[in-house]
């Protein structure tokens, strides 16, 4: 009989705890989801979290959206425009490190609410005198229709053609600068061209599978209705082995508790095939670890907390981004940087002079105040600053001089990657 695995430590980075809170909602996806599972049997963790996150009808982005401070989780772009400025930043001073191509894609994976896209923009528009000859678009890939719409009335005031004929976007539109802007469900519809990606907060929403091992060897935890409770789901673990046991766990593998994302995997894989053939870089920011953590899936509603199993669809249910994982799927396509902590990659960016100069032209209190609050958010290391981190994939041609080994003291140096060193702009 499958037992059921010690309870799923929650744990929450900003420190800020909570209770789980108690089930309430409509409670359509917990029917929904237990009709299927006393037909077919318990589920991979993976499938409960991708129902529960991204179900068409009841999901949880697709229905709520959730981002921001009357939503569930509150983002770094929702708590400072600084942050997106310095990322905004980040992609020109790459793209001036690749030699200013004529034309790139930004392309946004779950860009939330919108802001972060639009920070970026406000810095494109304010040095349009260096990006003056280069042809700008941006491409955003977003699964929930709910989210699409505010995103489309944050960049472009809601003005947009769904189904425009001539891309494979679902919806198309132009930023307040004239920025052409589309919409794809997934990433593999974004046309191919030299592409600066960026993937904020999007990983850890992917589903993750959720392994144990036990004295019989790998098992996977999986989700199962209570037989004892109606409608009340469960942990439990698989009797046997099961597909992703055997394709997902590392032989050399000394952890006892291990999640894996192969989703964000697939993905990386893509992104490190787009940036080698047609060039670009990929900034990746999230909460997460270097292959070190072992139990982080856990859930949010209204700022808490929130109990994984209860009231699916109403709580944003997320996992620390595993970053060795990322930079193994990168398969040496591309170079990886970091992960660095989120504090030295914007105190490297700048952000402390942006501080400065920002407090300096604010007259109120109020305005230097909620700047001083929401610097410490960023940067503190026992709020925003340690557990998140930045992780890029870069051509290796960016990193260092093809192999000519005639000559190679002609080359001049190549800068440094700003973010992961100190930002060189001239
Ligand atoms: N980057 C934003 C939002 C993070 S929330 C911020 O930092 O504020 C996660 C985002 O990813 C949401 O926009 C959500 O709808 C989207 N998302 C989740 N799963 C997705 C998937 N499989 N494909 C595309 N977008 C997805």
Redesign the pocket.
Known sequence: LPTAPAAAAARLCSGAGGEAEAADGDGAMLRHLARKLRASGPVTVAEYMREA??NPGQGY?TRRGG?GESGDFI????ISQVFGELIGIWYISEWMAMGKPNTFQLVE?????G??TDDILRVFNQLASVLSKCDVSVHL????PK?SKMQAVMLTGGKVQPNPEDKSAYMKGFSKTGIPIFWY?DIQDVPPGYSFYLA???FD??PIHKFQQTRKGWREVLVDIDPEVPDQLRFVLSPSRTPATQNFIQPEETRDHVEVCPEAGVIVQRLASRIEKDGGAALVADYGHDGTKTDTFRGFRNHKLHDVLSAPGTADLTADVDFSYLRKMAQGRTATLGPIKQREFLKNMGIDLRLKVLLQNSGDTATREQLLHSYDMLMNPEKMGDCFNFFALLPHHRLVHPDKKDKPESKPPLPPVAGFNELLLK
């Open positions: 996150l991204t982005y981002v983002t770094s772009p929702e994976l779950g860009p939330g609410r802001t972060l890939v977003e699964v929930s989210l469900r904020h907060e999007f929403a992917l």
